[in-house]
């Protein structure tokens, strides 16, 4: 690769006790790039996520995002990342400008009043600037979430499940959103188990299960290469689709 990975996990291991929930997941994500996590629930996605977040250190591996180790947690490391809260992680009483300028305080981006109108009406939410977080829509609440993860310009966005519980419109405008940080350099780690959204948004996509990786490519690629495996063909319906292939690796077993 011509140039560094913005982030580059390898051979990462994350256990809970006596369970294995990553085992031994490499995977990189190149500037610039959308880059979706796959895999069915409990595959260790979140899990995976939240040693990139430097919440958890890794029980093996290493994960390096844009050349700091994020098995140490530091503020520069802090700085390169930008996370989508979940809402609860919000103090629901105080008005979203408020909220805007203290998370901008929090990660040292100097902001000014004119500055918070401007990002409040790029995120649809110019008429909602003196309402408390928790008098806002559901969509509205993700959208305001995600325009916190962005305020500090990160290296990487780190998303999970972003357009869960979404409405079509709100999940589209969300879709867009991401195409645009693209646009401006930006790179975008999300998990979704939408196969459609990873199919419209995603560069490239990782499909694991329990916690380890069985493909890599762009969707295309993937449908290409599996589109021939007797797995798939006895799930699909038609012309292999991303879910086919999806569905004919990770089996078809519902998990607990
Ligand atoms: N804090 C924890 N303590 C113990 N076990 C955990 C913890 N977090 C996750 N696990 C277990 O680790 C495995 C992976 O969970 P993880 O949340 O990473 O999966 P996921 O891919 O994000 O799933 P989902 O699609 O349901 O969000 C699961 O078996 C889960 O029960
Ligand atoms: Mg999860």
Redesign the pocket.
Known sequence: MAEDPVLDVQGLVVR??A?T??DGLSFSVRRGEIFGLL??????????LSVIEGLRAPDAGRVIVDGHDAGHATSALKARLGVQLQASSFQAELRIEDITRLYAGLYGVPITRRQIDERLRDAGLAQEHGKPFKKLSGGQQQRFSLMVAMLHGPSILLL??PTTGLDPQSRRQLWDRIEESRGAGGSVLL?T?SMEEAQAVCDRVAIMDH?RLLALGSPGSLVAEHRGDPRVLAVAHGDVTLEDVFIGLTGRTVRD
């Open positions: 809970y006790g369970q929930a990553v895999g069915p629930n409990g595959a260790g996605k979140t899990s995976t999970d499940e998990t188990h916690g």
